[in-house]
């Protein structure tokens, strides 16, 4: 609790003592910041260097995940994240047993047809910690590789697809995965992210998913200068059964550069 509590007075503070000149955002066509992520899958996206983000994700059960992601080189990043359920609300508070923790190398830069392509780690999965399988109600990428490509096509316009492999494996389905995803600009401010996870290693009969995959959506608003907000709709197929209506999470990011 300490931790999250922490994070989130960096959070506030840094945001409060950055200088609006230096601040960053990436939703919209007016986007000074590249993606870092779909809706819960990694990009090739990168933070520059000396560029840092810090994210707070509200999501069900009275979750609060807390990140922060700096970049260190022009092609390397690292960060690290911690958060819990019930944290809002007023049942008892029960923290991740670990902080999440991510790094990202990009090897290949966008060209005119290539791709940026990037390799990374990431051990934060999203929403509530299931203690019977040792897992996130959705898992957490750990290992992959993405690619990214941007168009102009009435504003921005981007396609994003990677392979992954978690480490959240004692539910017995240790396979391989695949995502794509997309977004898309409506205005200077506004973004839309479409997200399919094919949930290849989420279909055991041990598994939360039931093998449809997770379609996932998500809208991203500069709102002020370096602050994006966000919303999500998860889940949309209802590929888990304690599923019916979707999963909405909130999303508050901030991007500033020292």
């Not at 000074?32 to 999501?59: C, H, W």
């Not at 996932?216 to 590929?239: M, P």
Request: net charge negative; proline share 2%; glycine share 12%.
């Amino acid at each position: 609790m300490k931790v999250l509590l922490w994070l989130l007075a960096v959070t506030v503070g840094i945001a409060c003592v950055c200088s609006p000149a230096r601040a960053q955002g990436y939703a919209g066509d007016r986007a000074t910041s590249e993606l870092t992520s779909i809706v819960d899958k990694p990009t090739a996206g990168m933070l520059k260097r000396s560029q840092y983000k810090i994210g707070t994700n509200f999501y069900q059960q009275g979750g609060v995940l807390v990140d922060v992601e700096v970049g260190l080189l022009e092609r390397f990043s690292f960060g690290i994240s911690y958060g819990g359920s019930g944290v809002i609300g007023s049942t008892k508070v029960e923290m991740n047993e670990w902080p999440g923790v991510k790094a990202k190398l990009r090897l290949i830069e966008e060209g005119t047809v290539v791709p940026a392509i990037a390799f990374g780690f990431d051990s934060q999965g999203k929403g509530p910690w299931v203690d019977s399988t040792s897992r996130y109600t959705f898992k957490s990428p750990g290992f992959y590789a993405a690619a990214s490509k941007n168009y102009q096509l009435l504003g921005n316009f981007s396609i994003h697809g990677g392979i992954n492999y978690s480490l959240e494996r004692d539910d017995g389905d240790k396979d391989l995965n695949f995502y794509v995803g997309a977004e898309k600009s409506l205005g200077e401010i506004v973004s839309f992210l479409l997200e399919y996870d094919f949930a290849v290693n989420d279909s055991d009969t041990r598994s939360l998913g039931l093998g449809k995959g997770y379609l996932n959506l998500g809208l991203r608003l500069t709102a002020a200068e370096g602050f994006v907000l966000g919303f999500d709709y998860k889940d949309i197929l209802a590929n888990q059964e304690t599923t019916t209506y979707g999963v909405r999470t909130l999303q508050i990011d901030f991007i500033g550069a020292l």
